[in-house]
């Protein structure tokens, strides 16, 4: 167990932001928040609905990269106008998306770098962003949490902050839920008076120092700031002999 | 009633300045042959619609788009697209930029011929700044939440390809999914479909069953047999999405001479060059 790399814990983390969904369609980008939202239905929240990362249901956990192989069990057909109209619009989803930045109120881009007219990096667009963050809950996962990532202030805001959905009005922010952030170094919350971030945990052998000095606002944090915990045997075991055993996440999260 | 035509004819049909509407997501199912005809074509100043991909790359990298209305551009293997990223960054078109959801919402107001649709995904982000001729709604109704009115996306043409299609203008998928195509035809005054082969129409449930042929003939005005027409897309399951040759496209965003290569070599010949210069590699 104390063997456990930087990114089976990331993975852990990642899992349990998954824990408390119940019947809810789980999409993760990235590779250890795929290993980590698979690993969550594999264990503790198996009502977890996910596809093969085309247009089918699977109803069975597929290893990474083993999407269409022959023994994945398929469910529902889930084309992407079934996932507008069945998860999206309904708000039954937990999405985990990525970042190129993110600010203190939770407002995430990774639309482009520079202004939106004429970007100095342009990167995904908006995709699905603005949508998922105003209908249903979602979570971010940075593999590289530095303080051009963590950001006073975003260049473009793609996923909508809580800052934001507050001046929207309870009405219209009804379904905003920007539930966790996990990064290469902790994971954060928005569970202060204003909404704004909070260290939950440091990942083993990262100081709250270090996440302070790599982060670009004011972070909030309680006095003593636990570790996040380990990674049972059981699900070391998921993680390496079935859902990564190329060790993928390792090299998108080095320890 | 035979609507059999050839990209040049459709080609012909098409104004500078129009707005036309692509069919297919990212680096699937996209009607590339009708694209390279475009890229042949004096055809300049469009508004493009779409869930882009390659096609997108193409028409930045030629200049052919004055506005790009679009919730992303992907090669889906390749996740950013190259040459639409040089475009961009050199503030080469104007930048519709969209929530995916919300060009769905466009699309179907200007399918319903309605004026706009009201819609909460957008609001909060920065797509409302990026698009200021957006305006608000607010329901008439006891909650009085304010939504943006999507405008309906009315589009000159759309340009779609299937795996299979009839003289007539029936059309047939045969992959995972339709994407959005239906949509796309319902939203455009002149409808052009290409397709892999055109078969007989009592021939569409050897290969699917009656729920793949998705695209009527109320819905299509032109129908283009193309074989390979959506390569180096892919178009499943009568071929994959050409990955080596998708690597060379978006190798030639970082080398201009690669890029004069690969154009001369697949983009300065006609569509039959095209498919014998993919074979012959």
Redesign the interface.
């Known amino acids: 167990m104390s063997d456990a790399t930087r990114a089976e814990i990331c993975a852990v983390a990642i899992a349990e932001c998954f824990r408390d969904d119940g019947e809810t369609l789980m999409s993760a980008f990235g590779t250890t928040a795929t290993v980590g939202g698979r690993l969550a239905k594999l264990t503790f929240a198996p009502d977890l609905f996910m596809t093969d990362g ?3 249901a699977a109803e069975t956990v597929p290893a990474l990269g083993g999407e269409h192989a022959p023994d994945v069990v398929k469910g529902a057909w889930m ?3 079934l996932f ?1 109209d069945n998860v ?2 309904t708000t039954n989803r937990h999405a985990m998306m990525m970042a190129s930045q993110i600010d203190r109120f939770g407002n995430q881009n990774f ?2 770098i520079g202004p ?16 998922n ?3 249903h809950r979602n979570s971010y996962f940075v593999p590289n949490h530095t303080a051009k990532v963590f950001v006073e202030k975003v260049d ?5 902050g809580y800052d ?2 507050a ?3 309870p ?3 009804r379904h ?1 839920d920007i539930h966790r952030v996990v990064s290469n170094r902790g994971v954060f919350d928005f569970e202060t008076p204003d909404h704004s971030m909070r260290l939950i945990s440091v990942h083993p052998g990262v100081s709250v120092e270090d996440v302070i000095e790599n982060t670009g606002f004011e972070l909030a944090h309680d006095d003593v700031v636990p570790e996040t915990r380990m990674p049972t045997d059981e699900e070391l075991g998921l993680i390496r002999d079935f859902l990564d055993p190329k060790g993928l996440i390792n090299k998108e999260i080095p320890s | 009633m035979d609507k059999r035509t050839t990209e040049s004819e459709v080609i012909a049909e098409l104004k500078s300045g129009m707005t036309i509407g692509i069919g297919g997501w990212g680096s699937r199912r996209k009607p590339m042959s009708l694209v390279r005809a475009i890229l042949r074509s004096d055809l300049k100043d469009l508004t493009v619609v779409t869930y882009g991909g390659p096609d997108v790359g193409l028409l930045c990298k030629y200049g052919k788009v004055k506005k790009l209305i679009y919730g992303f551009v992907s090669l889906d293997s390749i996740p950013l697209e190259p040459h639409f990223r040089q475009a961009r960054q050199a503030g080469a078109f104007q930048a519709g930029e969209l929530d995916e959801g919300m060009l769905q919402w466009g699309l179907r107001a200007a399918a319903h011929r309605l004026p706009f649709l009201p819609v909460r995904a957008g609001l909060g982000s920065d797509v409302v700044s990026v698009n200021p001729d957006f305006k608000t709604v607010r329901s008439p109704y006891d909650d009085g939440e304010e939504l943006i009115a999507m405008p309906a996306l009315e589009l000159d043409v759309a340009l779609i390809h299937m795996n299979r299609a009839d003289a007539s203008g029936n059309g047939q998928f045969l992959g995972p999914d339709p994407y959005f195509d239906d949509l796309f035809c319902h939203a455009a005054k002149r409808r052009f479909m290409s397709c892999e082969k055109i078969v007989e129409t009592q021939d569409f449930q050897k290969e699917g069953s009656v729920h793949t042929v998705s695209i009527n003939r109320l819905m299509v005005d032109g129908v283009i047999e193309a074989p390979g027409g959506a390569h180096f897309t892919e178009c499943l399951p009568d071929y994959p999405r050409d990955e080596a040759f998708q690597k060379e496209y978006a190798a030639t965003a970082k080398d201009p001479d690669a890029w004069e290569a690969f154009k001369a070599r697949y983009l300065d010949v006609s569509e039959a060059e095209y498919q014998e210069a993919v074979k012959s590699r």
């Open positions: 085309t247009a089918t084309p992407f106008r507008f999206v619009w639309a482009c939106h007219e004429k970007p100095k990096a342009q990167l995904l667009g908006m995709r699905g962003a603005p949508g963050t105003i209908y473009v805001v793609s996923g909508v934001r959905a001046e929207l009005g009405a219209t922010a905003h």
